[in-house]
């Protein structure tokens, strides 16, 4: 359940007085998400959500996120706006936290993904990347390549080793490889980096919206098409591979954004490196959340799995 923070009715109100969006008619906390405090706020004019910052995200990138937001909104991208207060502010202080009232998107998440999703959500990501193109202001990833071997080192030795007896030794070498074989040369945008299937709506096959922009930044774009493969691609366990939906993703993202003879090359390296991103956010979250805490933590070695299949002769044709 993603509410850490609570709000009363009173703050709510209190909140909506400052906009020119209706009065509160009912406000409910949002189960899904595991980095906000997430709320439904229907008012008198429309629905919104309310979503207060929790420790995850740095207040000070969120100007960087509603500046990305804008460019894309009016690029038409299925975006949703911040909405701005009757004196054009858009971040607000609400029960001890920084928070923003966003547009509410129509539309649902999908759990299993089929190629006319795929292909959707591949057309809807290479059309970002070239809306973004004009969108020139760098922002770091403070979890691309260069990050990993130091928060590897911030995964508890003995509870990787519990957690699956050689797991240490894998993502070593891994590491290593990718040190060798990293791409450097190819093009970057602002990026997701997190295009998992609970970030798309869908109002049937069509994308209606694109949300949790929280680890967008400056990356390689044919690294945020490898994180949306690896995250659509593959059962939930990542146990088995769907290639067709792969290839329809990249077939829709061919379509409308641009992909290069040398980014299609990079992209098993790419996905080798997507893959294990996920894997090391995901074991250092396990090995930090306590395990009776409200946050349901996420399988890592589903990560693993998909690293294996990168790595193998099948991964390979995967691109081709
Ligand atoms: N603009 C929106 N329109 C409609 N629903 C939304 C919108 N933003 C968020 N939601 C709903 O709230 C849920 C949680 O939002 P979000 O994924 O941003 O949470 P989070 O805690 O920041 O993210 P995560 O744990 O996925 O990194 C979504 O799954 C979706 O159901
Ligand atoms: N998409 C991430 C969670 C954080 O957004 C994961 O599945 O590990």
């Not at 309310?50 to 207040?59: C, G, I, Q, S, W």
């Not at 993202?253 to 098993?268: F, I, N, V």
């Not at 991103?277 to 995901?282: E, H, K, M, S």
Request: glycine content about 8%.
């Amino acid at each position: 359940m993603a509410v850490y923070t609570q709000v009363s009715a009173e703050k709510a109100q209190a909140l909506l007085r400052l906009y020119d969006v209706g009065s509160l008619v009912s406000l409910k906390g949002i189960a899904e998400g595991v980095e906000n405090s997430n709320f439904l706020l229907e008012t008198t004019q429309a629905r919104f959500i309310l979503t207060l910052y929790e420790n995850r995200v740095d207040p000070d990138d969120l100007p960087y996120f509603h500046r990305l937001l804008a460019h894309l909104h009016e690029a038409r991208c299925p975006v949703p706006r911040f909405i701005e207060d009757r004196k054009g502010q858009w971040l607000q202080d609400v029960a001890g936290r920084k928070a923003c009232l966003i547009e509410f998107l129509p539309g649902i998440s999908v759990s299993e993904p089929t190629e006319a999703r795929a292909a959707a959500v591949g057309m809807a990501l290479g059309q970002m990347h070239n809306a973004l193109k004009s969108f020139t202001e760098i922002k770091p990833n403070p979890l691309g390549q260069a990050s990993w071997r130091s928060l590897f080192g911030k995964c508890d030795a003995v509870a990787t080793e519990q957690f699956q007896p050689g797991l240490s030794s894998r993502i070593e070498r891994e590491l290593d490889w990718l040190d060798a074989n990293w791409p450097t040369d190819l093009p970057a945008v602002a990026s997701h980096t997190d295009l998992f299937p609970d970030n798309v709506l869908f109002n049937g096959d069509r994308v209606g919206g694109l949300i949790d922009f929280y680890f967008a930044c400056t990356e390689l774009r044919a690294y945020d098409l490898a994180v949306t493969h690896a995250a659509w691609s593959f059962s939930n366990d990542g146990g088995s591979c769907n290639t067709e939906v792969g290839k329809a993703l990249l077939d829709g993202y061919a379509s409308c954004g641009e992909l290069l003879a040398e980014e299609r090359h990079a992209l098993p390296v790419l996905a080798r490196g997507a893959s294990l991103r996920f894997l090391l956010t995901r074991l250092y979250d396990w090995i930090n959340t306590p395990a009776d805490a409200m946050v349901t933590r996420k399988d890592p070695l589903a990560f693993l799995k998909r690293l294996e299949y990168y790595s193998g002769v099948e991964g390979l044709g995967l691109f081709l």
